[in-house]
């Protein structure tokens, strides 16, 4: 994401540790845009909230991950094991049931509970959990720790996997419709800059760990490069058989009571053909000292 | 004399104050500030999110 943009918008990250927080901010319009868990999105619209997915956050970048002296070699291996998954309006709950149906288990066979991301890692460590599945950098940390290894990239259980999107209030599409627009040009041309040299990716850690995210470089540099197609930031438009996949699993699991049609909850107006977008790398700002602080 | 060095001093702020603006930070961002200065309230959005991808 950018700072400001060409045209002289702001666009500024505010963070949160848990998504019930930003639900409810979404919910109460103290926010009128984030990046969400496709699903929660899904049963906010389902629940009257008027929110829009407008564009995807990434692709890929969640990863299955055990302890390190796991005896665990495949899905299998996990059948009676305790496996925390971030929420339960998350898309890795539903690849995980995904995960069962293919390899013809029943949907009890694993233990799936709840955790926050940031203590993925530790429950890990604690022994309280045989394995956790997450978005980076929270599986990288364990891997670095020495604590956990990968079972599952996302790329190779479930390619091209949707986990967070970005999400608008109708209100700011009605209203400031060009702001929406310039947000998602900006995040398709930091994803095509991100996507096109393995150096942009290393300039991006070091930047984000250090002035945004307060996150260390070195953990950023490792997801975003071990493998490169960890997590991927092209290809990001909202797709109509993606999302009916997921609409589908989750009214399997009971995750979701409602059936909803794509156009209830994407709004794909907003997607430019990536080949006519580019940041102008000469004119961008640095970002300020007090911009880098919020 | 005094002229001459007042032009000078003058000359040499002026190409010091442009050098910093390319090298640091930026002709857009100093074409944000004065269209604030002029009224055109720079439009601001708060997006929320997690450090999880």
Redesign the interface.
């Known amino acids: 994401m950018t700072q400001h943009s060409e045209r002289g918008s702001e666009f500024a990250g505010r963070k949160f540790s848990e998504f019930a927080t930003i639900k409810e901010s979404l919910i109460a319009r103290r926010l009128d845009a984030s990046f969400i868990l496709a699903p929660l999105a899904m049963q906010l619209v389902a629940s009257g909230v008027p929110i829009k997915i407008v564009y995807l956050g990434h692709r890929d970048g969640t990863t299955l991950m055990v302890a390190k002296n796991s005896p665990v070699t495949d899905f299998a291996g996990l059948r009676g094991k305790k496996i925390a998954i971030p929420n339960r309006f998350s898309n890795q709950n539903i690849l995980m049931h995904r995960m069962m149906k293919q390899w013809g288990m029943s949907f009890d066979s694993i233990q799936l509970i709840e955790l926050p991301p940031p203590e993925h890692p530790t429950a890990l460590a604690a022994g309280s959990i045989d394995g956790y599945i997450v978005g980076e950098p929270f599986p990288a940390q364990a891997e670095l720790d020495g604590i956990g290894r990968p079972l599952y990239f996302t790329k190779d259980m479930w390619p091209n996997f949707i986990s967070c999107v970005l999400v608008v209030r109708q209100e700011l599409i009605d209203e400031q419709r060009e702001l929406v627009q310039e947000l998602v040009d900006g995040i398709a041309k930091s994803g095509k800059w991100l996507d096109a040299d393995l150096a942009h990716r290393m300039d991006a850690a070091e930047v984000v760990g250090k002035h945004f995210n307060r996150q260390n470089p070195e953990l950023l540099k490792f997801v975003l490069s071990k493998p490169p197609d960890r997590v991927k930031y092209t290809n990001l438009a909202p797709l109509k058989k993606d999302f009916d996949e997921i609409m589908e699993l989750a009214l399997e699991m009971g995750v979701l009571k409602q059936r909803l049609e794509f156009e209830q909850y994407v709004d794909t107006s907003f997607v430019t053909p990536l080949e006519t977008l580019d940041w102008n790398m000469e004119q961008l700002p640095r970002p300020t000292a007090e911009a880098t602080s919020k | 004399m005094k002229l001459k060095v007042l032009l000078g001093a003058l000359l040499w702020t002026l190409l010091v104050s442009l050098a910093h603006v390319q090298l ?6 100093v ?2 500030i004065v ?1 604030e200065w002029m009224g055109h309230k ?12």
């Not at chain 2, 640091?24 to 961002?29: A, F, H, L, R, Y």
């Open positions: 640091n930070i930026g002709w857009s961002q074409n944000a269209r720079r439009k601001t959005l708060d997006v929320g999110f997690l450090p999880v991808t």
